[in-house]
Each structure stands twice: as C-alpha cells, then as structure tokens.
C-alpha cells in the first residue's frame, strides 16, 4: 500500500516528501520504495504522539508554493485527479486550503497555500491539520473519483 501511494504522487508531483516514525526508518528499503532525493523520507520522532506531529515534521524546511498532505493508507486516489488538484494549485493564492471533494463529503489530499506551513511546522496531537482547515476558509473542489474519500482504515470489513 505505502509503495503504491508513494508511486502514484511522485508520478504527479516533482517533491514528495514522505513521514516516517523511527520503528519505520527501515520501511523504505525493506519495501524497495525510491525516493527521488534521500531528503525526502523525514524522521517525526514524535509520530507516535498523533498525527499532529507528523505534519509538523514534515512540513519543517519546506520552501514550496502549495503543499498537499496525503495518506499512505488511502491508495485509490486517481492520478487525473491529483493532477487536476495540483494545476488548479497553481493557479491560487498562498492563503488558499483546497479541499477535494465526492459527492458532497470533503476528502484528501488536501491542499494548503504556503501562507499556511509556518502554523503546519506548530501542529501537535492527534487532530492532524483540522485546526488549520478550520482557521481558513478552504476552497472545495468537486471531484469524481471516490478515491479521495477511501481510507483503508477506516473502510468497513466485507
């Protein structure tokens, strides 16, 4: 799953930036994932503390104009639908937070401006970003791919 997601956003994106917990350091050569730059596989040693902490590593040292945080464990996301997220990016402000959605019900990835990464690299907990979603007034995008809302933890057994 990790090695599928990590595939599809480098297929789209030129910076993936992947978040690692220190029991997982080895996960990327045990998996035989490539990262284009070593620098992009970062260490949260907080990670078990909640997820918080993990967009708080993850977002430290990054000088890009739009970010999008994505779950590893949401893999059927459409690689025509991030690259629709990513050109729209381009044309947004740095104050924007672009929200996918299906049908209504608001998904991931979701984007943020880089206005918003100072209070990113601040984020503790387990809340994740929601703070900062619910800081801004995002932008909600419609999408058709119910990919941005399958999280395969939180799907429902068969």
Not at 32 to 59: N, W, Y
Not at 99 to 120: A, E, I, S, T, Y
Not at 141 to 153: A, F, I, S
Request: aromatic share 4%.
């Amino acid at each position: 799953m990790l090695r599928t997601t990590v595939e599809l956003y480098q297929s789209v994106f030129n910076h993936v930036r992947l978040v690692l917990s220190p029991r997982d350091e080895t996960l990327l050569e045990e998996l035989g994932i490539k990262l284009r730059v070593r620098d992009d596989a970062v260490i949260a040693p907080d990670a078990d503390l909640g997820m918080g902490h993990s967009l708080s590593a993850g977002a430290t040292d990054l000088n890009l104009r739009f970010v999008f945080v994505a779950l590893a464990d949401m893999p059927f996301v459409r690689a025509t639908t991030l690259e629709s997220l990513r050109d729209l990016s381009k044309t947004l402000a740095d104050d924007v937070i672009l929200v996918p959605c299906h049908q209504g019900k608001r998904g991931n990835p979701v984007g943020f401006g880089q206005n918003w990464l100072p209070m990113m690299t601040k984020l503790l907990g387990d809340e994740g970003a929601r703070q900062i979603v619910r800081a801004g007034s995002p932008r909600l995008t419609e999408v058709n791919d119910e990919g941005v809302l399958q999280d395969l933890d939180q799907l429902p057994p068969n």
